[in-house]
């Protein structure tokens, strides 16, 4: 790899975190995140920069994580050796961020290697001290200036509440709060899908009116943000749900 001259470790990983995102939520394309964030790597252990070393090698892990995302999406299961790959690389994040005590840093390490039990490996119990503890350092995340960070804490924690402990009123208080978090935000990217958690627990509750008030503000706004097919489709799909719920119930 071939490191230009003059850009520091955290302006790269600024930019990876861009597409990242776009790649994410609208192109599908990740190869563009993954060599900034793999530059970004380079450059912060040449600068013994440890906190943009932490940041890059979680940016990698992230671009595992939605390539594996991908492939559940489409219907297939990650290769085990992708999801162990994933898994490393949000260890070695969590373990440089513990080493130099970052809490904020912390909370989105151990948030990744939540993720890896919770949505790879379908694992609740093994997810959630890791969750718990992510949960108890939220605040300095939002401190940080990261309110995506901390939106996706909550979020998590209200499918907790929404799939595994069920309570679907505390579902929907957690949820809302990730919701408000994306929309201080104000990434036209990131609402349709916390407006879809949202409403899906709201059907939950029995709030079946507003849950499709969220969702088909959510369809609407997947569709002006132009998001990939398969996030326009779950919202169409949720939406579908909660109005034949509704019917059902007048």
């Not at 594996?68 to 992708?82: E, F, S």
Request: negative net charge; hydrophobic residues 45%.
């Amino acid at each position: 790899m071939t490191i230009q001259s003059g850009r520091t470790a955290r302006h790269v990983c600024a930019a990876a975190d861009e597409a990242l995102s776009e790649a994410a939520f609208r192109t599908g394309d990740f190869a563009g995140a993954e060599r900034l964030f793999g530059e970004a790597r380079a450059i912060a252990e040449r600068d013994g920069d440890r906190e943009a070393e932490a940041l890059a090698v979680g940016g990698l892990g992230m671009v595992r994580h939605y390539r594996n995302i991908t492939t559940l999406v489409g219907g297939d299961t990650p290769d085990d050796a992708d999801v162990a790959a994933e898994e490393e690389l949000m260890r070695r994040s969590l373990a440089i961020w513990e080493e130099i005590g970052d809490p904020a840093g912390t909370a989105r390490a151990l948030f990744g290697v939540a993720l890896v039990f919770q949505v790879l490996r379908r694992a609740w119990a093994a997810a959630m001290p890791y969750f718990w503890r992510s949960f108890g350092l939220a605040e300095a995340v939002e401190e940080s200036g990261d309110l995506y960070g901390r939106s996706e804490i909550h979020r998590h924690l209200g499918f907790y509440y929404l799939i595994e402990d069920v309570r679907p009123r505390e579902a929907v208080r957690q949820l809302g709060y990730s919701l408000a978090l994306r929309e201080r935000l104000g990434d036209p990217r990131r609402i349709p899908s916390a407006l879809v958690a949202l409403g899906e627990a709201e059907m939950a509750a029995g709030n079946l009116q507003r849950a499709v008030d969220l969702l088909s503000r959510a369809l609407m706004l997947a569709r002006q943000a132009d998001l990939q097919p398969w996030r326009i489709q779950a919202a169409e799909q949720a939406l579908r749900d909660a109005e034949a719920a509704l019917s059902a119930a007048t």
